[in-house]
T-cell receptor
């Protein structure tokens, strides 16, 4: 049974560029949540997608956007990258929005 | 807004001994869930244990147990018979109810405690 997978593992971008991160949920899960984890800090909730719609959103600017596809996989897009966007981006999936969340290994984004 | 505070940035323990990690939280909600997650150096976040606020009995999971004090808004994790594989960053997390009922949906994490188990 495949767990949550994320791609790419690592990514280096330049300030001002745009980036897309991808997540495939655990088999049977239909909800995906995204978190940003700065170095040495706890993860911070970005948003959650359920039934292809953004269900909840944390305190992140509109530069952060997402999408969920009919197969429940999800993308996180960040526009106009800032140095402060450098972080580990975690995806978590669950069986509906009330379910226990299972995390992926994360994508390490470095903005230079 | 909910907040979760872990006041111990780092802890260390000898193999086979017991260690307790502290966590306090602040919320005005009555229905919520509390979690302890483990993040080893390989980065994958793993759920260790969870507690439903409406349950008075403290949750246990093998060598892991919690001391849930609802009135004090305290939620500590006790690891018994510590093993080298327990070395990791541990996060306390909160998921509160919203309009319509209790939801796991948005996890609020503490700052984490780095636990090192020494041989």
């Amino acid at each position: 049974d495949a767990g949550v997978t994320q791609s790419p593992t690592h990514l280096i971008k330049t300030r001002g560029q745009q980036v897309t991160l991808r997540c495939s949920p655990k088999s049977g899960h239909d909800t995906v949540s995204w978190y940003q984890q700065a170095l040495g800090q706890g993860p911070q909730f970005i948003f959650q997608y359920y039934e292809e719609e953004e269900r909840q959103r944390g305190n992140f600017p509109d530069r952060f956007s997402g999408h969920q596809f009919p197969n429940y996989s999800s993308e996180l897009n960040v526009n106009a990258l800032l140095l402060g966007d450098s972080a580990l981006y975690l995806c978590a999936s669950s069986l509906d929005y009330r379910g226990e969340q299972y995390f992926g290994p994360g994508t390490r984004l470095t903005v230079t | 807004a909910q907040t979760v505070t872990q006041s111990q940035p780092e802890m260390s323990v000898q193999e086979a001994e017991t260690v307790t990690l502290s966590c306090t939280y602040d919320t005005s909600e009555n229905n919520y869930y509390l979690f302890w997650y483990k993040q080893p150096p390989s980065r994958q976040m793993i759920l260790v244990i969870r507690q439903e606020a409406y349950k008075q009995q403290n949750a246990t999971e093998n060598r892991f147990s919690v001391n849930f004090q609802k009135a004090a808004k305290s939620f500590s994790l006790k690891i018994s018979d510590s093993q080298l594989g327990d070395t990791a960053m541990y996060f306390c997390a909160f998921a509160g109810g919203n309009a319509g009922g209790t939801s796991y949906g948005k996890l609020t994490f503490g700052q984490g405690t780095i636990l090192t188990v020494h041989p």
